[in-house]
């Protein structure tokens, strides 16, 4: 079973930032918090993970609290093609195991 | 393009015959994954290669469901006597030895009639 928690929809309106949040309060020491999207009838895209610190690049930005317990993918400027499924999802980063994935958040992005 | 490559990309099959998929992972990465996907829900773990070995198999993968990776490279998935309920999208994904992050392909789409 998926071990976070994340609202089912949100909406925002196109050139404001995303804040989508994800609960992981059983997460252990060694795992890390990834983010992937999913557009329409096409394979999960990788956006970006992280252990403890806060972590940026080129798509988004990554906010995990102290307690590591929650954290939340920030999209900056968010455009219509960031509508998506944005899963979040806590895995060991060495291990072999795969992704487990739930329902996501269904984020839709207006004009 | 050096991505997860996956054929065909559609496939509509009847019930009863016995579908075949193909997955190309990135070059040099020795683990592979398959998934199914439904339409409205995540996708949902099939089984694990590290190389040639098949090291995971998930409940789902029930026994009309073979995967091999002969080679430690591609990897075929095969669904025997198909049912309406195996119409689905299967993802593959691989990951390098040292890297942390999956990488998915675009995926193949079964549709059985």
């Known amino acids: 079973d998926a071990k976070t928690t994340q609202p089912t929809s949100m909406d925002c309106a196109e050139g404001r930032a995303a804040n989508l949040p994800c609960n992981h309060s059983?997460?252990?020491?060694?795992?890390?918090v990834y983010w992937y999207r999913q557009i329409h009838s096409q394979g999960p895209q990788y956006i970006i993970h992280?252990?403890?610190n806060n972590e940026t690049n080129e798509m988004a930005s990554l906010i995990i609290t102290e307690d590591r317990k929650s954290s939340t993918l920030i999209l900056p400027h968010a455009t219509l093609r960031d509508t998506a499924v944005y899963y979040c999802?806590?895995?060991?980063?060495?291990?072999?195991?795969?992704?487990?994935f739930g329902k996501g958040t269904t984020l839709s992005v207006s004009s | 393009d050096t991505g997860v490559s996956q054929d065909p990309r559609h496939k509509i099959t009847k019930r009863g015959q016995n579908v075949t998929f193909r997955c190309d992972p990135i070059?040099?990465?020795?683990?592979l994954y398959w998934y199914r996907q439904t339409l409205g829900q995540g996708p949902e773990f099939l089984t694990y290669?590290?190389?040639?070995?098949?090291?995971?198999k998930s409940r789902l993968l029930s026994d009309r469901f073979s995967a091999e990776r002969p080679k430690g490279s591609f990897s075929t998935l095969e669904i025997q006597r198909t049912e309406q309920g195996d119409s689905a999208m299967y993802l593959c994904?691989?990951?390098?030895?040292?890297?942390?992050?999956?990488?998915f392909g675009e995926g193949s789409w079964l549709t059985v009639v």
């Open positions: 994904a691989s990951r390098s030895r040292s890297g942390n992050t999956i990488y």
């Open positions: 059983t997460i252990s020491g060694n795992e890390y």
């Open positions: 992280g252990l403890k």
């Open positions: 999802i806590v895995r060991e980063g060495q291990a072999g195991t795969a992704l487990i």
């Open positions: 070059s040099e990465h020795n683990r």
């Open positions: 290669f590290q190389n040639e070995a098949q090291l995971e």
